[in-house]
């Protein structure tokens, strides 16, 4: 059976395949649909944190992929899709900073933001010890470091700046369970990452997960 709704309600016994075909609503869907399968991420009946929301790529992923709720704040308005915004799986907050929001008890905090870093936003989830699915993009965690026509294409700046935020992570109590390369690169053509964070705690070798991405 084919189920193209992200209203759907999935059985924990079904067995979930995304059509490659699939066309989300934004090209944040097929990067959160790389980690899920990067990673083997289970989103069946999880309640989902989707910061930085936007059109509602993570959202309608995590949706698809069986989570049965997802609570989405973003800090502009009239972005989300109509039929997520009127999905009752789904709770939208516009014009909010996630920073002055107290979090709610999920299972699965997604973050893709833009025009910021992501470290403050992980300073605000840090009693929230949950999986999480972070968006890393370089260009808007180099500062006030110029580059050509907004594409950062210094391989040492990123991994210079992966490093900063994974030990910023780990300092905060967050265990680093993976890190890959998004196929699917920034609209300008920026390469971003995909890291994935688990409450267990692991040792996993920071400097040989960054440099296994260029090895």
């Known amino acids: 059976v084919v189920e193209r709704k992200p209203s759907y309600q999935v059985k924990a016994s079904d067995f979930i395949n995304i ?3 699939t066309i989300f609503v934004s ?76 979090i709610k008890e999920v299972d699965i905090i997604m973050i893709d933001v833009s025009f910021t870093s992501i470290k403050p936003i992980l300073h605000h989830v ?3 010890q949950r999986e999480m699915i972070c968006l890393i993009k370089p260009q808007f965690e180099a500062g006030h470091i110029h580059f050509k ?3 950062l294409k210094d391989i040492s700046l990123h991994k210079a700046i992966l490093t900063d935020i994974l030990e910023e992570a780990r300092l905060l109590g967050f ?21 994935y964070i688990k409450p267990q705690k692991n040792k996993e070798d920071i400097k040989k997960l960054i440099g296994d991405l260029y090895a």
């Open 27 to 102: 090209r944040a869907g097929e990067k959160l649909q790389q980690a899920i399968l990067d990673f083997k991420i289970d989103f069946r009946d999880k309640i989902c944190l989707d910061i930085g929301s936007s059109t509602g790529g993570f959202t309608e992923c995590a949706l698809l992929f069986g989570a049965s709720f997802v609570y989405a704040y973003e800090v502009g308005k009239d972005q989300m899709d109509k039929d997520l915004r009127l999905n009752p799986k789904v709770e939208l907050h516009e014009e909010t900073n996630i920073l002055d929001v107290d």
């Open 19 to 21: 059509e490659k075909e």
């Open 175 to 195: 265990s680093i369970a993976g890190l890959k390369k998004s196929v699917l690169k920034g609209k300008k053509g920026n390469q971003e990452y995909i890291l």
């Open 149 to 151: 026509h907004g594409v």
């Open 126 to 128: 840090k009693n929230h």
